[in-house]
């Protein structure tokens, strides 16, 4: 074993001893587990949902308002959930339950000058609508939870946030000041990077392998990687940087002039056999109208 490899495994267990100790580290909603077991079902039942939504208030009252707003455009009021649900579609539904409960048990880092924590989510849950677009548009079969995916992808960052304190809001600083790379300069700074500290956090939620590797890999060598999970992988990274080029950023900087060589794009394109066509040619004209509509959903979870 590399003295390199070895250093980076006690950097592993020393992060994972630091997990142990945080009293505040968030934990993966019972609700949201739930209604991914509904999700992964190959048939589910409103008849299934409704109680689950029921027993939490404010997510009812939040189906409700976005059942209601003017993103469907339904003329008549609805006032139940079993409307509301119908309205919204189960497929949207599971991605808004997600969001809410995740949002509501972790939101406990309030927006201050040194983070903007709501930036941070809308990154996340943007991200994550655009990961299901893209898992659903390309055909994408080994992907079992492409919108959970996108959420909880930077996860490590607010973890770290909770390990480190200070010295990692100087990290953030860094990298917007020197229009660098977050995880180049916690690996410099920390040794270790947010993915690494991500995977720690969903293995400690015994969430499952795929997601496991996608928080884990989301920022590994496109061109070298031979993962199992490519498919999954390939496809946050590419949600990532959709997020990031369309605005949706949280403090990383795009460098926009290598758009059309956006390589993770390219590589997923190859492998599923997607008819090719650049980057910018999928944010900007095939997909735009469906990612300004996510834009409009995001908005509509956070207010």
Same mark, same amino acid.
């Given at each position: ?9 006690e950097k592993?267990?020393?992060? @994972?001893?630091?997990? !142990?100790?945080?009293?505040r580290?968030? *934990?993966?909603?019972? /609700? ?15 008849? $299934?949902i ?7 208030p404010p997510?009812?009252? %939040? ?7 003017? =993103? =469907? &455009?339904?003329?008549?009021?609805? %006032?139940?959930?079993?409307?509301? /649900?119908?309205?919204? &579609?189960?497929?949207?539904l599971? +991605?808004?339950?997600l969001?809410?409960?995740?949002? !509501? +048990?972790?939101?406990f ?16 849950i943007y ?13 994408l ?8 995916n996108?959420?909880?992808h930077?996860?490590g ?18 990298a917007e000041?020197? &229009?660098? @790379?977050?995880?180049?300069? $916690? ?6 990077t947010?993915?690494? /500290? ?11 392998h795929?997601? @496991? ?9 496109? !061109? ?6 490519? $498919? ?7 949600? +990532?940087?959709?997020?990031? =080029? ?8 795009l460098? %926009?002039s290598e ?8 590589h997923?394109v190859?492998?599923?056999? =997607?008819?090719?066509?650049?980057f910018? *040619? ?12 996510? !834009? ?6 956070? *207010?």
């Amino acid at each position: 074993m590399g003295n390199a490899e070895t250093v980076q495994k006690e950097k592993i267990r020393e992060y @994972k001893d630091k997990l !142990k100790g945080i009293e505040r580290l968030p *934990t993966l909603p019972s /609700i949201a587990t739930q209604i991914l077991k509904l999700a992964n079902k190959k048939e589910t039942s409103i008849n $299934e949902i409704i109680p689950l939504i029921e027993k939490d208030p404010p997510l009812a009252v %939040k189906v409700l308002k976005i059942a209601n707003s003017a =993103y =469907y &455009g339904i003329r008549r009021e609805i %006032k139940s959930l079993r409307q509301a /649900i119908v309205v919204i &579609g189960l497929d949207e539904l599971t +991605n808004v339950t997600l969001s809410f409960s995740v949002l !509501k +048990n972790m939101n406990f880092l309030e927006d201050d000058i040194e983070i903007h924590w709501k930036k941070f989510w809308k990154h996340c849950i943007y991200t994550g609508f655009v990961n299901d677009l893209l898992v659903t548009e390309l055909n994408l079969r080994n992907v079992d939870t492409p919108y959970l995916n996108g959420l909880l992808h930077d996860i490590g960052k607010l973890v770290l946030d909770l390990i480190e304190g200070e010295n990692y809001r100087n990290i953030l600083s860094r990298a917007e000041e020197e &229009g660098r @790379k977050i995880y180049e300069i $916690e690996k410099e700074e920390l040794g270790i990077t947010h993915a690494e /500290i991500g995977r720690l956090t969903a293995e400690k939620w015994n969430l499952t392998h795929n997601v @496991k590797d996608v928080i884990g890999s989301h920022h590994n060598d496109c !061109k070298n990687n031979e993962n199992e999970d490519i $498919e999954a992988i390939l496809s946050i990274q590419v949600a +990532n940087y959709v997020a990031n =080029y369309l605005g949706m950023d949280f403090v990383d900087v795009l460098d %926009k002039s290598e758009i059309n060589s956006q390589v993770c794009w390219q590589h997923l394109v190859e492998i599923v056999g =997607y008819d090719e066509i650049s980057f910018q *040619t999928m944010v900007e004209e095939e997909f735009s109208e469906r990612f300004e509509s996510i !834009k409009e959903m995001v908005e509509l979870i956070q *207010t």
